[in-house]
């Protein structure tokens, strides 16, 4: 079975940290873009990293940039999210997903395929 | 920023009836679009890609349309597990979610 499972979540004090981690059991997550999404509670979804296959590109979310950082080690087939100081509004949960692709216009384009389980993370005094 | 609308914030329907959920785009996102669902409790699970391309193992009754701003997502004759939130996302720059529609029983 093709499955993602989150783990590192937590409660934690504003401008602490937190390590996410995201391991792949049914398929090869080498082969595929990955992507870490958060859901704050009661609200919608949001992007929040990127990385390549071979994590030679990253990209994130302007709120984010500088203070989480994303990796992956391929050979444990997983997928990581290091966020430090961590405010209240990075309360959330947050799921991990591949990216499938499609290519059209000339270009080519990234939707988000098979998802994690999630993970909550609480920022809080 | 492409920013995403969907109507209506909430579909009353009833079971083996049609809804009807739609999604517009703040500017063109030709046909990079997708739909998601969740359930409470749940991850968001894909549904449609390429605007009407049905995800694997998706049953026949989602169907999705549109192209450039305005997409439509059909649930034909809904069944008990069909009631649930829906997210439409683009993802032709960077990645963009709407508010999401809840699908709830009549």
């Known amino acids: 079975e093709v499955q993602l499972v989150e783990s590192g979540g937590g409660l934690v004090q504003p401008g602490g940290s937190l390590r996410l981690s995201c391991t792949a059991s049914g398929f090869t997550l080498s082969s595929y873009w990955m992507i870490w999404v958060r859901q704050a509670p009661g609200k919608g979804l949001e992007w929040v990293a990127n990385i390549k296959q071979d994590s030679s590109d990253k990209f994130f979310m302007d709120s984010v940039r500088g203070r989480f950082t994303i990796s992956r080690d391929n050979a444990k087939n997983s997928v990581y999210l290091q966020m430090n100081s961590l405010r209240a509004d990075d309360t959330a949960i947050y799921y991990c997903?591949?990216?499938?692709?499609?290519?059209?216009?000339?270009?080519?384009?990234?939707?988000?395929?098979?998802w994690g389980t999630g993970t909550t993370v609480t920022v809080s005094s | 920023e492409r920013v995403m609308t969907q109507s209506p914030a909430t579909l009353s329907v009833s079971p083996g009836e049609t809804a009807t959920l739609s999604c517009r785009a703040s500017?063109?996102?030709?046909?990079?679009l997708a739909w998601y669902q969740q359930k409470p409790g749940q991850a968001p699970r894909l549904l449609i890609h390429g605007a009407s391309t049905r995800a694997t193992g998706i049953p026949a009754r989602f169907s999705g349309s549109g192209s450039g701003t305005e997409f439509t997502l059909t649930i034909s004759s809904l069944q008990s597990e069909d009631f649930a939130v829906y997210y439409c996302q683009q993802y032709d720059w960077w990645w963009t979610f709407g508010q999401g529609t809840k699908v709830e029983i009549k």
């Open positions: 997903a591949t990216l499938g692709v499609s290519y059209n216009y000339g270009y080519y384009s990234y939707y988000m395929d098979v």
């Open positions: 500017q063109s996102v030709k046909n990079n």
